[in-house]
């Protein structure tokens, strides 16, 4: 029986209020405390849920929210900018739809569902520091504000100040050569609306899918000679980042389209595509660290969010079963760093595509029928992934076993 009662969790974005959920049906108290103001925090545009992401929530109480929230996609389309097929990968076999969701009515949703579940969500609370005297963890805030517990999760996100803390020669996240854009149009260009369609341009990569009243979401992956970090971006106006677009993908089809029906006010810039490999320190003491903190694969894996909610859980799992938290840390590690890096790796190989050019997609559309069939097989790259579920109701002892 765990010695932990009461928990900090620091970031209140996707792992942040799934862990809390989560403590609580073991029992712990858990308070979410976020450096950001609600309607400010949100960063990154649109994501994919995985089946295995939904059935972690289901755990929490937190799918039919989600859900009711969220597009279901039974399968993905590649063309190339002239509109020719590159390849149908149809859903993994036996799995519900893949959901389309916007991050931040995902991240406003599970928020929701934390705070109706008694979690108290503390805001404008930047971490600065961390204190331990061996009986609890402390944590400063930049406004003066301090909170204790028996625990501290660290889950503010990639550029995590909890991660700095534990181990300050972590890693930093890597920046691909890529620029991440996004938007909003009103306009329908898909064919159907329970797919996700991808187009390699002959300069740029691009998504899309249809969204309710006659709008389509996209995202952009624009190769550059070195990464833009969002600091750099806000140079430069919306209105001169979406002109530049259009420029970029200028006869191609359907993204001329699309781009035509954006308004600079419903896009965003993020800046360069982003990963994390996981660290090698993931605890420290009475302090540790889950999602994005601690391992960030590439947006290219569409398993970011369900990486994240299913190691919250997993955290919880470890914490209800272990005596004391640095064994349930041990645990937690053990149970998680081997899935999380296969992850990272296959999104660091999906990111790479991104960047071949005309060249290699001639070649691509040539080999796409025999890479279907043989390592781009859903069923074998992403059956394992999506099948795989948080076995709630055992302990650690037996799943370890």
Same mark, same amino acid.
């Given at each position: ?70 597009? @279901? ?16 990968? @149809?859903?993994?076999?036996?799995? @519900? ?16 569902? #934390? ?19 061996? #009986? ?88 550059? =000679? ?20 259009? =420029? ?12 035509? #029906? ?15 490999? @996981? ?123």
């Amino acid at each position: 029986m765990t010695a932990t009662r009461s928990a900090l969790i620091i970031g209140a974005g996707i792992a942040g209020p799934v862990a809390a959920l989560a403590l609580r049906l073991t029992g712990v108290d858990a308070a979410v405390y976020d450096a950001t103001m609600p309607g400010r925090e949100e960063t990154g545009l649109t994501l994919t849920l995985a089946p295995n992401g939904q059935e972690a929530l289901r755990i929490v109480g937190a799918l039919d929210a989600v859900r009711a929230i969220g597009l @279901p996609m039974s399968g993905q389309q590649v063309t190339d900018g002239r509109g020719r097929r590159v390849g149908v990968f @149809p859903p993994v076999a036996g799995q @519900p739809p893949v959901l389309a969701l916007r991050r931040a009515e995902l991240c406003q949703a599970l928020r929701a569902q #934390a705070e109706a579940a008694g979690v108290a969500m503390h805001y404008g609370a930047r971490l600065v520091d961390i204190e331990e005297d061996g #009986a609890c963890v402390s944590a400063v805030f930049e406004d003066g504000r301090t909170a204790s517990a028996d625990v501290l999760v660290g889950a503010d996100g990639i550029r995590s100040r909890v991660r700095s803390i534990v181990d300050p020669d972590a890693p930093s996240p890597r920046q691909w050569p890529l620029l991440n854009l996004g938007g909003i149009a009103d306009t329908v260009v898909a064919d159907k609306p329970d797919q996700l369609y991808f187009v390699f341009g002959r300069r740029g990569f691009f998504g899309y899918w249809a969204e309710p009243n006659g709008r389509t979401a996209w995202f952009a992956n624009v190769p550059a =000679d070195e990464p833009h970090d969002r600091h750099v971006a806000k140079a430069r106006s919306t209105g001169n980042w979406l002109n530049w677009l259009r =420029d970029v993908f200028a006869g191609e089809t359907p993204a001329e389209q699309v781009l035509a #029906a954006t308004d600079s006010t419903a896009m965003a810039f993020v800046g360069a595509l982003e990963s994390l490999p @996981p660290i090698p320190r993931w605890s420290r003491g009475r302090v540790t660290l889950v999602g994005d903190a601690v391992y960030a694969p590439s947006p290219s894996s569409g398993q970011g969010a369900s990486l994240a909610i299913e190691s919250a859980i997993e955290l919880a799992r470890c914490l209800r079963d272990r005596p004391d938290p640095q064994s349930a840390f041990k645990s937690y590690e053990h149970l998680r760093r081997a899935r999380v890096a296969r992850v990272v790796k296959r999104g660091e190989r999906t990111t790479s595509t991104k960047t071949v050019g005309p060249a290699g997609i001639a070649v691509m559309r040539l080999v796409m029928p025999i890479a279907l069939k043989t390592f781009l097989n859903q069923e074998r790259t992403l059956g394992p992934e999506q099948r795989f579920r948080i076995p709630w109701d055992r302990t650690v002892d037996e799943t370890i076993r």
